[in-house]
Nanobody
Framework: QEQLVESGGGLVQAGGSLRLSCVASMRTFSSFTMGWFRQAPGNEREFVAAITWRGGTTSYTDSVKGRFSISRDNAKNTVFLQMNSLKPEDTAVYYC??????????????????WGQGTQVNVSS
């Protein structure tokens, strides 16, 4: 059964860094476009970043460009989100998602087929 498990969340001061990881159980992980989304209390889930299966194309929401970086290691069925220069407004539950059909870094949650349980990121001011 396909499963995504995130890790790496925690509490960090503003300006600090965290690296999120998401390990996937899919045997065909290398064919999935992978994405990261986040949801803060009282807000809708929003797109953060995505990467195509070859890793050649990435997409970021404007608020994280230049600070966050998405990457993947297909040999380890893992996708990463390196988060630098964190701000209090980055505080949210971060979710990993997998899209089995797209050949592009989709930014809408409705395109993703599988989701992890989320990992909490708290950034203090």
């Amino acid at each position: 059964q396909e499963q995504l498990v995130e890790s790496g969340g925690g509490l960090v001061q503003a300006g600090g860094s965290l690296r999120l990881s998401c390990v996937a159980s899919m045997r065909t992980f290398s064919s999935f476009t992978m994405g990261w989304f986040r949801q803060a209390p009282g807000n809708e889930r929003e797109f953060v970043a995505a990467i195509t299966w070859r890793g050649g194309t990435t997409s970021y929401t404007d608020s994280v460009k230049g600070r966050f970086s998405i990457s993947r290691d297909n040999a380890k069925n893992t996708v990463f989100l390196q988060m630098n220069s964190l701000k209090p407004e980055d505080t949210a539950v971060y979710y990993c998602a997998a899209d089995r059909l797209a050949d592009a870094p989709m930014t809408s949650a409705r395109f993703y087929d599988y989701w992890g349980q989320g990992t909490q990121v708290n950034v203090s001011s």
